[in-house]
């Protein structure tokens, strides 16, 4: 009987640690691409039924990791609103020392590694890149001027933005 009481004593302990275990896994993290809605709405607009947001497509989404640059589809009215693409960068940079993030207008062109498409390089809209070892930090809205070229032409427009912060 002694025997009989400690197997189940195991037993019983065996599944306490398993409960545990699966509580504290609940709270781990995942690689799920992040994904994020803007709160706010315009002065003067009127707020979208909550049965219209579940079927919109996210403001922004870290689509994918190559090396240190992060590949991020953010919508074209995302990368219209300086403060949204600055409370982005907080999220996706973090305390990174060496960073990159390419922004890309288009879910479906954003892409998922190197080298990327003409076609992709057309929805390429902005870019931001950072190295604290060297002090370099720079934001720049990139704007197609020859879509019919290989690789399109690119003109870069610097702006004052940053992780947590537009001027």
Known sequence: MTIL???????????????MATVVCLNCE??????????????GSVPKQASNLASQEPEWRVV???GSVKMVYMSE?????????????HSI??????????????????????????KQMLHWKAKYSRNLNTGHEEFTFIEVVDPNSSPPGLKETKANIRPGYAG
């Open 77 to 89: 009215e995302g990368l219209k609103d300086k403060f949204l693409i600055a409370q982005a960068l």
């Open 93 to 118: 940079v973090g305390s990174r020392d060496a960073v990159q993030v390419f922004f890309f207008d288009d879910r479906g062109n954003t892409p998922m590694g190197f080298p990327m498409t003409d």
């Open 64 to 66: 994918s990791t190559v």
């Open 5 to 19: 009481l400690r197997k189940q004593g195991v037993g019983v302990v065996a599944l306490i640690v398993l409960l």
């Open 30 to 43: 995942t690689k799920t691409p992040e994904v994020r809605k803007s709160s706010a709405t315009k002065a």
